[in-house]
């Protein structure tokens, strides 16, 4: 959608890698997106395209985090009945989409969000940001043109990510199902919120805060504490098992571009 589409495999593995690197530094899961726009990058997209291209692929999937929130506390609440916390977090999520959607709204306007930072900023410090503030105002040309002539693309990515949000729901039953944990479904979706919550916790790859989390999630849904320490277990090994995947595909995407040129040294000599 912004002309700076990767082979789908070097797509891939950066997004384990930059993933992996998001999850051990703890920054939100932050760390790991300039790292995708190297590797994107690296496949022969523009620096501009690929950075829209991971910045519209973290905004999607934030959307639909979002979004999952909200049926998961509709979920939860329902069943269980009806508590301060979980409404508490739904109006935050409705707060924080009503945010994402203003600087959307301004895309779709052509104006550009950060546009103000180049009219407010003193012109000693934007001539020394010039580079910068271009490479940023060319990102929000790609980003703008698929809001304001795509939306269909965009709708489409965003359906995508829900259904990727279903399929993690089944993946953790069955992991769940497989070492003998039976949880129902408001529980098992607590298990998912709990945990996204843990990732942003400054720990790396949120060590301690997922089985804390993981211990206080399920005792609160079953009453049954100790089975939440399992969860947390099973939840660690898939996370560990991603961490490792996300390494090799760092050591693979990053062998190769040596390799190539080595391989064009040797040609030259």
């Given amino acids: 959608g912004v002309g700076g589409a990767a082979a789908p495999p070097r797509m ?3 997004r384990l890698a930059g993933d992996a690197v998001g999850a051990l530094v ?5 760390a790991g997106e300039p790292l995708r726009v190297a590797l994107v990058r690296g496949g022969g997209a523009t620096t501009s395209a690929a950075t829209a291209g991971v910045a519209l692929d973290r905004l999607l999937e934030l959307i639909g985090n979002m979004l999952a929130v909200l049926a998961y506390v509709a979920v939860f609440a329902g069943s269980r009945g009806a508590t301060h916390a979980p409404w508490a977090l739904a109006l935050a999520m409705l707060v924080l989409l009503a945010m994402l959607a203003m600087p959307l709204r301004d ?3 052509g104006r550009p969000p950060f546009g103000v930072l180049r009219r407010v900023a003193p012109l000693r410090l934007t001539a020394r940001l010039q580079p910068w ?3 940023l105002a060319r990102v929000e040309q790609h980003v703008g043109a698929i809001v304001r002539d795509q939306p269909s ?3 489409a990515g965003l359906a995508l990510t829900l259904a990727v949000e279903l399929l993690i729901i089944a993946q953790y039953h069955a992991l769940l199902t497989a070492f003998g944990v039976g949880l129902d479904l408001p529980a098992l979706l607590l298990v998912l919120m709990t945990g996204g919550l843990a990732n942003a ?9 997922m089985e804390a989390a993981q211990v206080m ?3 609160a849904a079953t009453g049954r504490p100790e089975l939440g320490f399992v969860v947390g277990v099973i939840v660690r090994l898939h996370s560990l098992l991603l961490l490792a995947a996300g390494g090799v595909a760092l050591v693979w995407l990053g062998a190769a571009p040596r390799a190539a040129r080595a391989d064009a040294e040797r040609a030259v000599g």
Avoid: E, M, N, Q
């Fill in 153 to 155: 693309r965009l709708l």
């Fill in 107 to 109: 895309l779709r306007r």
């Fill in 217 to 219: 999630a399920v005792g």
């Fill in 26 to 30: 703890p920054s939100a899961r932050l």
């Fill in 201 to 209: 916790a400054p720990t790396p790859a949120g060590l301690g805060a």
């Fill in 12 to 14: 891939f593995g950066a």
């Fill in 133 to 135: 503030l271009a490479g």
